[in-house]
C-alpha cells in the first residue's frame, strides 16, 4: 500500500542497528535484545561513562566489604535512559560482558563472598591464601613452617571444603601434607599388591566384608577389593619392617649357645621392643579396616590411600597397631582422666555403673571416631586431628561424652545409650574439645600426646 512506509524508505534510528525488527520475539536478534533491555539495569553505569556532565556517577552496586555505613545516602535507582546507549556500546550478550563493564557495576555477590571468606578474622582487608591457592602455588615466600601454619589455621577457621557426601579434590593431599608423608611412587604399590597374599591374609578378609557395612556413601565409593588390597600391602610393610629390624638385631647381638633358631628370634625381638621403648613397627590387627576406610574414601587413588594411611600408622599411632595395642589402652585410660577432670559428676555416674572407658570406647580411639557415623562428619574431624594431631581424638571422645551428659546421667544403663555413639557433629566435638585444653595440666596433656606412640 502507499500509505505504509515501506522498509526501504524509513530512515534508520541512529542507535539502533539497521536489518530486522530487533523487537521481534520470535527471531534470535530477537531475544538478544530483550535480553539487553532486561540487562539495562545492570549495565546502566556504561552510560554514565559515556555521558559523565548529564548525569553524576553511578555508585557501586552490591553490598560492601565490610560494614554497612547507616549515614550512607540510598543507592540511586538507575533509569531506563540509557538504553540506547547500552545498545549502541554494547553488541555482544550479557553472557560475554567485557570486564570492565562488570566492573564498572560493582562486585557480583560470588566475587564478595570469595574476598569475605580469604580475609581473615580480625584482620580487616588482609589477604589470605585459600587452600586452592595454597596448594597450587605453595607458601608465600618458600616458608615452609609458615604455610603449614597458615593451611591449619584455614582448617581450623573454615575447614575443607566439600560436597553432601564429604568429598573434596583437595582432601587428600591436604592429608599427605600434614602427615609430611614422602612422594610415593604407583610401582611401589602395584609391586606390593603383586606379592600376592600376606601373612595377614587370612585376617584381613575376615574383617573387609564388615568394614562401614552400613553407610551408603562408603559402600558406593570402595569395594571391598580396594581394602583387601591396600590393607594386604600395608601388612607387607609392616612385615618387611619387622624382617629388617630382626636382621639388625641378629647382627648386633653374639649368637646364643644352646639356643635354638625361633628362641634366639623371640629373645631378640623382646628385647629389642623393651630396650627402644616398643618401637616394633607393629603387625595388622583387628579394627585397621576401619581405620584405613576413611582414607580410601577421600584418596583419588588406592596409592595415594596407602601412602597416607602406612604414614599414618607408622608416625602418629604406632602403638595402637604393635603387640597387645597398648597405645589404644593407654588412650582408654586417658579418656578416664579426661572426662573426671571436665565432668566429674558424669565421670563418677559411669564409674559407679561399672563402666569405665575400656567397655564403651575402644573402638572410638582405636579408629579416631570413624566408626561413629555419618562418615562426612568424620572426615572434617579428621582434618582437624591431622592438623593439631591424632592425640586430641581423646579429647573429641570426652566431648561426645559430655554432648550427651543430660542423658546418661538420666539413665540408669547408661550402656544402652554408649552400646552406638550419636551421629558425630564435627562442629561441636572440635569446638568443645579445644575449650577443655586450659583445663588440662601440662603432664596429663603431655601424656595425651604420647600415648599413641
Not at 568443645?432 to 596433656?445: C, H, Q
Amino acid at each position: 500500500m502507499s500509505g505504509s512506509p515501506s522498509r526501504t524508505s524509513a530512515a534508520p534510528h541512529p542507535h539502533l542497528p539497521s536489518g530486522p525488527s530487533i523487537l521481534s520475539p520470535t527471531s534470535p536478534r530477537g531475544q538478544r535484545t530483550i535480553r539487553r533491555f532486561q540487562s539495562a539495569q545492570t549495565l546502566s553505569a556504561l552510560h554514565s561513562l559515556a555521558h559523565p556532565r548529564h548525569q553524576p556517577p553511578q555508585p557501586r552496586a552490591g553490598p560492601p566489604l565490610h560494614r554497612d555505613f547507616p549515614n550512607s545516602p540510598p543507592a540511586a535507582q538507575p533509569s531506563p535512559a540509557p538504553i540506547q546507549s547500552v545498545l549502541r556500546g554494547r553488541t555482544r550478550s550479557n553472557s560475554d560482558a567485557a570486564v570492565a563493564s562488570v566492573s564498572a557495576g560493582g562486585p557480583s555477590p560470588r566475587r564478595v563472598a570469595m574476598a569475605r571468606k580469604i580475609i581473615s578474622p580480625g584482620v580487616a582487608g588482609e589477604r589470605k591464601p585459600t587452600l586452592d591457592m595454597l596448594l597450587r602455588t605453595g607458601p608465600p615466600g618458600g616458608d615452609l613452617a609458615a604455610g603449614i601454619k597458615e593451611l591449619r589455621y584455614s582448617i581450623l577457621a573454615d575447614g575443607v571444603l566439600s560436597d553432601s557426601d564429604g568429598m573434596s579434590s583437595l582432601r587428600i593431599y591436604i592429608w599427605l601434607i600434614l602427615l609430611a608423608a614422602p612422594p610415593l611412587s604407583t610401582d611401589v604399590y602395584l609391586g606390593l599388591v603383586h606379592r600376592g597374599p600376606s601373612p595377614a591374609y587370612a585376617k584381613i578378609r575376615n574383617d573387609t566384608f564388615r568394614t562401614l557395612a552400613t553407610d551408603p556413601l562408603f559402600r558406593r565409593r570402595v569395594s571391598e577389593a580396594s581394602l583387601i588390597r591396600m590393607l594386604n600391602a600395608v601388612a607387607w610393610k609392616l612385615h618387611d619392617a619387622k624382617e629388617i629390624l630382626l636382621a639388625a638385631s641378629q647382627v648386633e647381638s653374639p649368637e646364643l649357645p644352646g639356643f635354638s633358631l625361633s628362641q634366639r628370634r623371640l629373645t631378640l625381638t623382646s628385647t629389642t621392643s623393651s630396650e627402644a621403648g616398643g618401637s616394633s613397627p607393629g603387625t595388622y590387627v583387628q579394627g585397621m579396616n576401619v581405620l584405613a576406610a576413611p582414607f580410601l574414601y577421600a584418596a583419588r587413588s588406592e596409592a595415594e590411600a596407602f601412602a597416607a594411611f602406612h604414614v599414618f600408622l607408622t608416625r602418629e599411632c604406632p602403638g595402637y597397631v604393635r603387640g597387645a595395642m597398648n597405645g589404644v589402652h593407654r588412650g582408654l585410660s586417658l579418656v578416664d582422666n579426661v572426662l573426671a577432670l571436665v565432668d566429674p559428676k558424669l565421670s563418677a555416674h559411669l564409674l559407679a555403673r561399672g563402666m569405665p572407658a575400656e567397655i564403651y570406647a575402644f573402638a572410638s580411639v582405636l579408629t579416631l571416631c570413624a566408626c561413629t557415623p555419618p562418615l562426612p562428619e568424620v572426615l572434617h574431624l579428621w582434618d582437624f586431628l591431622f592438623a593439631y594431631g591424632a592425640h586430641l581424638n581423646v579429647l573429641c571422645i570426652v566431648a561426645q561424652l559430655v554432648m550427651i551428659r543430660d542423658a546418661i546421667l538420666a539413665s540408669q544403663s547408661p550402656m544402652k545409650i554408649l552400646r552406638a555413639f550419636p551421629p558425630l557433629q564435627a562442629a561441636k566435638v572440635k569446638a568443645m574439645a579445644i575449650s577443655f585444653l586450659r583445663k588440662i595440666p601440662d603432664g596429663l596433656y603431655q601424656e595425651i600426646v604420647l600415648h599413641a606412640k
